[in-house]
């Protein structure tokens, strides 16, 4: 049975970290992520726009610029980071809103403290413009899949990541080379509607069930960020809605929250190893990308430091920005593991204030954010998160085989990737996927203040 980790501590530091300006390269991201000839004539359109969302990133740049010259003390060590900027109205009662009304403003347009919405839930002045106007990056709202076989014409290596979400017995695979030109995807998988998002700046994958009441949502880029994550907004009621928690933000659906539903990124092998009749989304999206390529060449680069014209307050210390980790979030709060801890073992066992999991890790798939072509980039390994129970509610405890499989001690049962078991007296049955998310230390802790950190 591997060791508990040492959980380290649980408050941030509160003292501001140094952040370095990358305005150029924000520029470019924003110029490589519009550029298309199917739609050049509507970007050229929204130049202003873009414009002054450059304009508005430089001037934050100067004053986060400034900042860094002197970094402030914020408290000392013991000190904790604001609550990611959240600050729910306490007079006014979210729970017991009318979500199901019908909207009266569009917060793309209106004021965000509009008297129509419910009080906004972030710092609004947090909420900067990305470059891009809304749509500027497409959406995908049509989605066409299409056989493995055909996916190999345009996956380059079978490392390639693909987002994958296994749902009532439908398994579909969502390359990250096609996401990161679009970042959101409209579909519906075994019957339920969802959205599957994935923000590059913070190396964010997650899935979301696209219901609310009796609506069915569907999401489009908003051209906005909050702390460097993308916002969406619902075309709907044209809410703004934060990618990194499926939480309504400013508008109609302020204080309303998605249910998330568990996603894995795996390699393109890993996924059609797991679901030999599963679908990809195909490339013939409608749309003029160089699908396969990375625009933001060298992000993912531990030594540098998020775009700070992004992001509006200090990052918690305890990591690197950069470093990448796995996120969990359940009843008893926000957990934090370092990837290269548990890419050292294979396997994890976390038990920290009352939480108990099991987190394995797999090499074999590339980076998206290292090279210039994603099939190239560093082997990051990939992870699930699992409750280690049996079916009967039996307590299991793992081991790494060392063949990209893990053993209960139990059963002797052997365990693969996405928590199935494939031999011994427990196979077919699966260990319950615990909603995870595999990021950058910097995005984690600023939506997840005061996370536990487990190394």
Known sequence: MPDTPKVLFSRPSGRATRRIGIVALAVALIAAAC?????????AADDSAADEGAATTEAAETEASDDAEEPEESGGDDAELPASNVTPDPDFDYASHDYSADP????LNAGPNNAAFPPPIVDPVAIVSGGPPPDGIPPIDNPIFISQAEAASFIADGDEPVVVVDLNGEARAYPISILIWHEIVNDEIGGVPVTVTYCPLCNSALTFDRRFGDRVLDFGTSGRLYQSALVMYDRQTESLWAHFTGQGIVGHFAGAQLDLIPTQTLSFDQFAELHPDGVVLSSDTGFSRNYGTNPYVGYDDETTQ???????????????????????????????????????SGVLTVDADGRNLVLFHQGGLASSLDDQFIADGAD???????????????????TASGDDTWTDAETGSTWVINGLATDGPLAGERLVAVPHLDTFWFSWSTYRPGTILVE
Do not use: Y
């Open 380 to 398: 990051i390994g990939q992870t699930g998160v699992f409750i280690p129970e049996g079916p009967d509610g039996q307590a299991l405890t793992f």
């Open 104 to 107: 009266v403003q569009s917060a």
């Open 306 to 344: 998020p775009i700070s014209g992004f992001i509006s307050q200090p990052i918690d210390e305890r990591l690197a920005s950069k470093r990448r980790v796995v996120g969990v979030v359940d009843e008893a709060g926000p957990v934090a593991i370092t990837l290269s801890s548990l890419a050292e």
């Open 35 to 43: 550029s298309s000839s199917e739609d050049s004539a509507a970007v």
